[in-house]
C-alpha cells in the first residue's frame, strides 16, 4: 500500500475521526511514512521557529498518551459514522477510530466515486492504501498544508486528505478527487460533495487550575477550507481565538479566507430570507429575484473571502475535556449589502498538558471548516 502526499500542508488528526456531512492558497505535501512520500512544500503559510524542535522530540510527543511508549496517538484506524460521535464528547471514540485517551472527532461525508461507484471511506477502507499512521509520519508545522492521495486498488487517487499538525493536535478536511455526479448503491444519483472536517488531539487535563494559571490566553493559527465544491483545492485561512478563564469565555475571527464556508447564504440578500434563484420556477415576488447563474457565481465568489467573526461561547469542563461549543448563529459576517448577518456555529478541544492549542470545527449549513491554533507566547 503506497501513499502518495501531495504539496499541501494540513493538519493530522488522532487515530479516531467519525465522518458526516481563508484568504491565503498555500498548500504543502504531507509526510512520509515506509510507505508515504512526503514532500515539503513551498507554499507554507510562514516559517515556525518551533518545527525543527518538536520534530527533534517527535517520539515523546507522539507517545504522549502511552507511557509503555508503544501505540502513538496520533493514528486514525477507523472512521466512525457521525452518528456515534459527537463535538462535546470527542472522548466517546476512544479505542474506536484512535488511541485510548486521544480527543478525534469527524463530521462530513466520506463518499467517493471508484470508477463510476459510490464508495464510502468509512466501510470501505481496507480496499485502498490508506495508512492509519501517515500523520504520525507527516511533519509538525503548525503553518504547513500537507495532503495525502488515497488510492485504489488499482492506484488511482480516489480521495485526499489535507492536514496541518500541530504539537499536540492535528486537524483536516477529506475530499473526493473527483466531482461526484455518480450512482450510489441504490441508483440514486451522488452530487459534488462538501468536504468533511476532522481533528485529533492530546486533550488537556480536564482540570481548572491550569486554566486559572493563565488567566487569559490567545491563539492563533489556521483554517482547512475547500476553495470550491467542485476542486479539490484547499487553502489556509487565519484565525484568532481570545480565551478569558476568568469568565470561562471564548470568541474570535477568521481572516483571508477562501472557502466554502459561507456558499449557503450567497442566494440571499442580507439578514433575512430576502434573496435571489437562477431558476425561474422558484421565483417569488417580493421575496426571491431571478439572476443569472454567472451573477449567481460572482456572489458566492464574494461570500468565500469576507470575514467571519466567531461570537462568545462558554468554554466547559465536561467529559473529561475542556472544549467549547457556540451556540446556534455563533458565526456572524458583513453581508454584501451591509447587513450583519449571524449563522452556524463552532466547537472544539484545548490540547496540551497545558492548553497550549486549540483544535476544532467551524460550520454554517452544510458546509464545514477545520481549525487549529497555538498559544500566543507574550
Known sequence: MKLKLTPIAFIILATSLTACSGGSNKSTPVAASPKIDIAPDNQDKEKSENASLNNANRNDIEYALDKTKTVKWRQLTAFLPSSETSADNPLGTSGKMSQEGSAAYIDGDLRYSDNGVARDLRKNQNETDYDPSFLTKAEINPHKLQSLAIK?????????????????????????????????????????????????????????????????????????????????????????????????????????????????????????????????EEVEEGYTTLISEAKMAEREEQHRTLGVRLLPADIKIANGVIGF??????????????????????????????????????????????????????
Open 325 to 378: 461549543k457556540s451556540e446556534d448563529k455563533g458565526l456572524e459576517f458583513k453581508a454584501l449589502n451591509g447587513e450583519s448577518v449571524t449563522t452556524g456555529g463552532y466547537s472544539g478541544v484545548f490540547a496540551g498538558p497545558e492548553a497550549q492549542e486549540v483544535v476544532g470545527k467551524i460550520e454554517s449549513g452544510e458546509n464545514f471548516i477545520s481549525f487549529g491554533a497555538t498559544e500566543v507566547q507574550k
Open 152 to 280: 485504489n486498488g488499482a492506484g488511482q487517487t480516489v480521495m485526499r486528505t489535507h492536514f496541518v499538525n500541530q504539537t499536540y493536535s492535528s486537524y483536516l478536511s477529506f475530499k473526493a478527487e473527483a466531482p461526484f455526479t455518480s450512482s450510489d448503491e441504490d441508483g440514486k444519483v451522488v452530487k459534488a460533495l462538501d468536504a468533511p472536517t476532522a481533528y485529533i488531539a492530546v486533550p488537556t487535563k480536564a482540570d481548572k487550575a491550569i486554566l486559572d494559571r493563565k488567566v487569559k490566553a490567545t491563539y492563533k493559527g489556521h483554517t482547512i477550507g475547500n476553495q470550491k465544491r467542485e476542486n479539490n483545492h484547499f487553502t489556509l485561512g487565519d484565525i484568532t481565538l481570545n480565551a478569558d478563564f476568568s469568565t470561562m469565555k471564548i470568541s474570535g475571527e477568521i481572516t483571508n479566507r477562501n472557502d466554502e464556508l459561507l456558499r449557503g447564504r450567497a442566494q440571499y440578500e442580507g439578514a433575512g430570507w430576502k434573496g435571489f434563484t437562477t431558476d425561474s
